[in-house]
């Protein structure tokens, strides 16, 4: 659906600072995504391929499968509205087929696979009302739908409405099970299955697709897949394995910035200082290309080290960035994350934090780590009240927030019962 792993790790990293709006936010309940976001985010928008796009142009689509045709309408004219909208999409008219899937929905209200499709459309942040509605409506109507469909519309109930992390897990499951030779199917299965840290099953998955590709003799053109294939592959220890995958990316997007982050992060802890510089020399001229902000080298060596648990060495990395840049609000909020999430220094975060946004400013981002500080702080019922607050305003579901969440419970319940 959406490129889960960079944004959730990007959402985790770098939304804790000064509150800006940018392009990507949809609303004042969406967090105060900082220019590191945006950047990569419009950069990949270049050349990310649409999923969409490839549904029915693969050897085994959807539209005209026998097994769902007890998911078609009645209708003739609803037919004739759904038709219409699988050619638009087929055409990457997105938008245009949007509004066929709407119609067709409106003359018939049960219609599940164009409620199905319109939901596929519209799961991104830039969507995130109209894609909660659809779900809802193909979640209703998933009964006319065979089994493994049945669990994908689950899944995306699960991601955008109940956000409820064993629902999650419980359909990436079931749909794991499944033997329908899909390339969409099984690359969302796989990202999601990134996004709940199941990295071992997430490779199993990418492996069907890898081997439905060679099946097929296609490659599968959508840059997400080896992002999430790569980093997957980097969790499970898999380096070989992860450095072919984003090899293969890089061949085919050169410029795709969450490929080039994620082969900084191998260069990096692998203390191939040569290959870092080069690989932040390049992300650095891409987005002065493209007329974002340029970080320092430093700030990004903290970032990654912050994600891949090392915390020492983020700390070290994000205050020689400060150091360097002492004005710097998105150092300082990111430091401010950093010093919450590896439990140092809290006072000193709490400080960075409310210098890093105006006065009387909030976001998602800050009241996640005002979250953190209050959880190791032991004030938990505080940092319950506000994680789960991020939570339910955040369109970007997180599996990070929700863990916490449900680790900060199962503490306040073993209090109780004392």
């Given at each position: 659906?959406?490129?889960i792993m960079?944004?959730s790790l990007?959402?985790?990293?770098?939304l804790?600072?000064n509150?800006?709006?940018?392009?990507?936010q949809?609303?004042?309940?969406e967090?105060g995504?900082n220019t590191?976001?945006t950047?990569?985010l419009a950069?990949n928008a270049?050349?990310?391929?649409?999923?969409?796009q490839s549904?029915?142009t693969?050897?085994?689509?959807?539209a005209y499968?026998?097994d769902?045709?007890d998911?078609?309408s009645?209708?003739p004219?609803?037919?004739?509205?759904y038709?219409?909208?699988?050619?638009?999409?087929?055409?990457?008219?997105s938008?245009?087929?949007?509004?066929?899937?709407?119609?067709?929905?409106?003359?018939?209200?049960t219609?599940?696979?164009a409620?199905?499709y319109?939901t596929?459309?519209?799961?991104?942040?830039e969507h995130?009302?109209?894609?909660?509605?659809?779900?809802?409506?193909?979640?209703d109507?998933?009964d006319n739908?065979p089994?493994?469909?049945q669990?994908?519309i689950?899944?995306?109930?699960?991601?955008?409405?109940?956000?409820?992390?064993?629902?999650?897990?419980?359909?990436?499951?079931?749909?794991?099970t499944s033997?329908?030779k899909s390339?969409?199917?099984l690359?969302?299965?796989?990202e999601?299955?990134?996004a709940?840290?199941?990295y071992?099953?997430?490779v199993k998955?990418?492996?069907k697709?890898?081997?439905?590709?060679?099946?097929l003799?296609?490659?599968?053109?959508?840059?997400g897949?080896?992002?999430?294939y790569?980093s997957?592959?980097?969790?499970?220890?898999?380096?070989?394995?992860?450095?072919?995958?984003?090899?293969?990316?890089l061949?085919a997007?050169?410029d795709d910035?969450?490929?080039?982050?994620d082969?900084?992060?191998?260069?990096?802890?692998?203390g191939?200082?040569e290959?870092?510089?080069n690989?932040?020399?390049?992300m650095?001229?891409i987005?002065?290309?493209?007329g974002y902000?340029?970080?320092?080298?430093?700030f990004?060596?903290g970032?990654i080290?912050?994600?891949?648990n090392?915390?020492?060495?983020?700390?070290?990395?994000l205050?020689k960035a400060?150091?360097?840049d002492p004005?710097?609000?998105?150092?300082?909020?990111?430091?401010?994350?950093?010093l919450?999430?590896f439990n140092v220094?809290?006072?000193e975060?709490?400080?960075l934090?409310?210098k890093?946004?105006p006065k009387e400013?909030?976001?998602?981002?800050?009241s996640?780590?005002?979250?953190?500080?209050s959880m190791?702080?032991?004030?938990?019922?505080?940092?319950?009240?506000?994680?789960?607050?991020?939570?339910?305003?955040?369109s970007i579901w997180?599996?990070k927030?929700c863990?916490?969440?449900?680790k900060?419970?199962?503490?306040?319940?073993?209090?109780?019962?004392?």
């Open positions: 659906m959406r490129k960079l944004v990007l959402f985790m990293c770098v804790a600072v509150g800006q709006k940018s392009t990507d949809q609303s004042s309940n967090p995504v590191l976001n950047m990569v950069a270049s050349s990310s391929f649409s999923k969409a549904i029915d693969e050897k085994h689509g959807f499968e026998e769902f045709k998911a078609f009645a209708s004219q609803a037919m004739d509205k038709w219409e909208g699988v050619h638009q999409m087929m055409a990457d008219q938008n245009e087929a949007i509004k066929s899937f709407t119609e067709a929905c409106k003359i018939d209200s219609f599940a696979m409620a199905f319109a596929l459309l519209t799961n991104n942040p995130y009302k109209e894609s909660v509605r659809w779900a809802k409506m193909a979640y109507n998933k739908l089994k493994d469909l669990d994908w689950s899944l995306w109930r699960g991601l955008l409405i109940t956000k409820d992390c064993d629902e999650i897990q419980q359909c990436c499951d079931a749909m794991l033997d329908r390339r969409i199917f690359d969302d299965l796989g999601n299955l990134c709940i840290e199941q071992g099953k997430a998955a990418f492996s697709l890898e081997a439905l590709c060679i099946e003799k296609s490659d599968w053109k959508n840059s897949y080896y992002e999430n790569g997957a592959c980097h969790a499970m220890g898999m380096h070989e394995k992860e450095a072919e995958v984003f090899k293969k990316g061949i997007s050169p910035m969450s490929l080039l982050w082969q900084t992060r191998c260069a990096l802890i692998n191939n200082d290959a870092v510089n690989l932040i020399n390049k650095q001229k987005s002065k290309d493209k902000t340029v970080y320092t080298p430093e990004t060596k970032i080290y912050a994600m891949e090392e915390g020492a060495k983020a700390e070290e990395s205050r400060l150091q360097n004005d710097n609000k998105d150092i300082m909020g990111t430091l401010a994350w950093c919450a999430k220094n809290l006072d975060a709490e400080q934090l409310a890093s946004q400013t909030d976001n998602l981002g800050s996640y780590v005002k979250g953190l500080i190791n702080r032991g004030n938990l019922e505080e940092a319950l009240a506000t994680l789960q607050q991020v939570k339910d305003k955040s997180n599996y927030i863990s916490t969440i449900t900060i419970e199962s503490s306040l319940a073993n209090q109780n019962a004392k």
